[in-house]
């Protein structure tokens, strides 16, 4: 079983950044190292893929309409992965949620509210 606790949204100006975290508990404290990834749902919108990265930090994958403006990153240690938003757009409100790739089935947070305004 995996909990997943995302934090750091909140409300911007078009053009600014934010960071969000999302800790990963498992049982007994033990690390996830598994992919890890964020997922977004706009309004009105389909739920979409954002960015994703492996249990190998090279990996790592993203969407067209954030490459180049987010990072995603990890740290195993504290069992955290984090998003790093840059040049933000109104097109980026959502609710963001966190996502580990588990083989036996994903788990996912609650979700964190963006929301970018011009």
């Given at each position: 079983?995996?909990?997943?606790?995302?934090?750091?949204?909140?409300?911007?100006?078009?053009?600014?950044?934010?960071?969000?975290?999302?800790?990963?508990?498992?049982?007994?404290?033990?690390?996830?190292?598994?992919?890890?990834?964020?997922?977004?749902?706009g309004?009105?919108?389909?739920?979409?893929?954002?960015?994703?990265?492996?249990?190998?930090?090279?990996?790592?994958?993203?969407?067209?309409?954030?490459?180049?403006?987010?990072?995603?990153?990890?740290?195993?240690?504290?069992?955290t992965?984090?998003?790093?938003?840059?040049?933000?757009?109104?097109?980026?409100?959502?609710?963001?949620?966190?996502?580990?790739?588990?083989?036996?089935?994903?788990?996912?947070?609650?979700?964190?509210?963006?929301?970018?305004?011009?």
């Open positions: 079983q995996v909990q997943l606790v995302e934090s750091g949204g909140g409300l911007v100006q078009a053009g600014g950044s934010l960071r969000l975290s999302c800790v990963a508990s498992g049982a007994e404290g033990a690390r996830i190292m598994y992919p890890m990834g964020w997922y977004r749902q309004p009105g919108k389909e739920h979409e893929f954002v960015a994703k990265i492996g249990w190998n930090v090279d990996s790592t994958s993203y969407a067209d309409s954030v490459k180049g403006r987010f990072t995603i990153s990890r740290d195993y240690a504290k069992n992965m984090y998003l790093q938003m840059n040049s933000l757009k109104p097109e980026d409100t959502a609710v963001y949620y966190c996502n580990v790739d588990h083989p036996g089935g994903d788990y996912w947070g609650q979700g964190t509210q963006v929301t970018v305004f011009s």
